[in-house]
């Protein structure tokens, strides 16, 4: 598929189990060597409030946080519509699309600190 960046919010079409539900792309449009994937990492509206959700509003997603244990590799073909960028700067410029394949899975400063205190490991009692 054309004109996918990391970076933009998709609808992605999972299946009937799955269902159909917004997912922001990490990596973008793959060479034309390569398979015709792209890697994911999905939004849900069905919180269950432990460390794996991070919710990073944006305008056009309902409430709701992206599932950091939801990180999935898809087919193009099952990406059904451009929904936003997101926008993790705050003025709307989106996302620059990086040319080095390492670099698709290169997170933002603000989103990795997110992550990082999402996910930190949790005292022993």
Do not use: C
């Not at 994937?37 to 990073?56: A, D, K, Y």
């Not at 709701?64 to 999935?72: D, N, R, S, T, V």
């Amino acid at each position: 598929m054309r004109g996918v960046n990391p970076g933009e919010v998709w609808m992605v079409d999972l299946g009937m189990a799955a269902k159909v539900r917004p997912a922001l792309l990490l990596t973008g449009e793959p060479a034309p060597d390569e398979l015709d994937l792209v890697t994911v990492l999905l939004h849900t509206t069905s919180l269950r409030n432990n460390r794996w959700e991070l919710n990073i509003p944006q305008p056009f997603l309902k409430p709701g946080a992206f599932h950091l244990q939801q990180i999935q590799t898809i087919s193009t073909v099952k990406l059904e519509r451009r929904l936003g960028v997101f926008d993790h700067r705050g003025n709307g410029s989106g996302a620059e699309r990086p040319e080095e394949p390492a670099q698709h899975l290169r997170l933002t400063p603000l989103l990795i600190e997110k992550v990082s205190a999402t996910v930190s490991p949790r005292p022993t009692l």
